[in-house]
């Protein structure tokens, strides 16, 4: 059964609001997230207002694409902002725009859905549903400014932020709900004064089947049969962390049949290419983000997967790549607070290894242990998806959202 007909749809209660940087058909994560819950609110028979940039050529502003949704097009954008001084440069004209378009444009029986894309927007959104009457939710991917506190970290920055802290949180308190995509970050939003519920990302997992092992045309087209991969795939962020993958990769430059395969981009990925040429690491291997059709085919490429976050970043960022791993059947190699919410994820479910930041030997140890063990590489792939299945699948946490969008229709409770 099909998400639409999983969803009857029930009779329109205004309008729903949906505003990231990015839209579908943009591919970036969190556009995609987005254009699954518009589908769900969309059959539940809420008429659609999206609000986003878009990237590419121009097109007429305010209109309605082929799906009969209105979209509100506030820039265009060749590629879209890189490198955090471009970002913020164009932050205002996003931010001043979008808010117009709330204010005018939102109506008493609205709802607004709006994410943390671009960082700090989301209060302005909150300022403009209570101004108009509407109702909001804050979908909470990461959380600034505390990203940029604790990747800066100084007595000066964290004076110059605090009267931006203090005006986000009033914010918070405001928004009808906070939607958290961990334990971790809802603690952060309720101890702000948010009403907060825990809706994890998840997978496409309904279209990403478990793969045993090799089973991956990519693996085959750059792999021998006898390797032994260990994968990362996506964005190469400010909070991820290689180091240890570096250090364990120089421990085992001798095991020729231990390969490493990184597909993706993002701010890091220049760094990390350099580090490995500066190293003569010959089993480390490139590629671009590689089409969506083929995502499945990319991650089952991967014996095992690599995934981090900087120990500083816990609850303030959690790598929603952990369920897409688990959606093709591979076990993970964390690296990072190995008490954090993420560790005990992996530990709970019994689907892979975490090792601590500059743990480089412990990880190679786990890499080895794995590749001469192929059945326990299965079997702890296997749990993954188990556990996927059973606490994090796509339709059930759509149908949370499901939920709360009805719950949030007229004549249910709003925050003063």
């Not at 725009?97 to 700090?120: E, H, Y």
Request: glycine share 8%.
């Amino acid at each position: 059964m099909n998400l639409p007909e999983r969803f009857a749809a029930q009779p329109p209660r205004g309008h729903v609001w949906v505003i990231n940087q990015w839209l579908p058909p943009d591919l970036a994560p969190t556009a995609v997230l987005c254009g699954e819950l518009v589908t769900v609110i969309r059959a539940a028979g809420h008429p659609v207002v999206l609000v986003s940039r878009v990237r590419g050529a121009p097109a007429d502003g305010p209109g309605h694409d082929d799906t009969g949704m209105r979209r509100i097009v506030v820039d265009h954008l060749p590629h879209g902002p890189t490198g955090i001084i471009a970002k913020l440069a164009s932050w205002p004209r996003f931010a001043w725009r979008t808010w117009r378009a709330l204010l005018d444009g939102l109506k008493p029986d609205d709802l607004v859905v709006v994410c943390s894309d671009p960082p700090l927007f989301y209060p302005l959104a909150i300022l403009a549903a209570r101004r108009r009457g509407a109702r909001v939710v804050h979908w909470s991917q990461d959380v600034y400014p505390d990203v940029v506190q604790r990747y800066w970290p100084s007595a000066a920055l964290n004076l110059l932020l605090a009267p931006v802290r203090v005006w986000r949180n009033r914010r918070l308190k405001q928004a009808d709900c906070v939607v958290a995509i961990s334990e971790g970050m809802a603690g952060l939003m309720q101890a702000a004064g948010a009403h907060t519920e825990v809706i994890p990302n998840w997978a496409r997992d309904e279209r990403i089947a478990p793969r045993v092992l090799g089973d991956s045309a990519l693996r085959r087209a750059h792999f021998r049969d006898a390797d032994f991969v260990v994968a990362y795939s996506g964005n190469l962020g400010r909070v991820h962390e290689f180091d240890t993958l570096l250090a364990a990769a120089r421990l085992l430059r001798h095991e020729k049949r231990i390969q490493f395969l990184v597909v993706g981009s993002g701010p890091r990925k220049a760094q990390l290419q350099s580090a490995v040429a500066q190293s003569d690491l010959s089993s480390f291997h490139f590629l671009p983000l590689q089409p969506e059709a083929q995502l499945a085919d990319t991650l089952a490429a991967g014996d095992a997967h690599f995934v981090s976050l900087r120990s500083e970043f816990e609850a303030l960022v959690l790598p929603s790549k952990f369920y897409s791993v688990a959606a093709v059947a591979r076990p993970v190699l964390f690296c990072g607070d190995v008490d954090g919410e993420m560790a005990t994820l992996v530990a709970g479910h019994q689907c892979g290894v975490s090792v601590a930041v500059g743990a480089g030997q412990e990880l190679a140890d786990a890499i080895l242990a794995l590749a001469s063990d192929s059945a326990r590489c299965a079997e702890l792939g296997r749990n993954a998806r188990v556990m996927l299945d059973q606490h994090y699948s796509r339709t059930a946490q759509l149908a949370k959202w499901r939920r709360l969008v009805e719950r949030l229709g007229p004549g249910g409770p709003r925050n003063s």
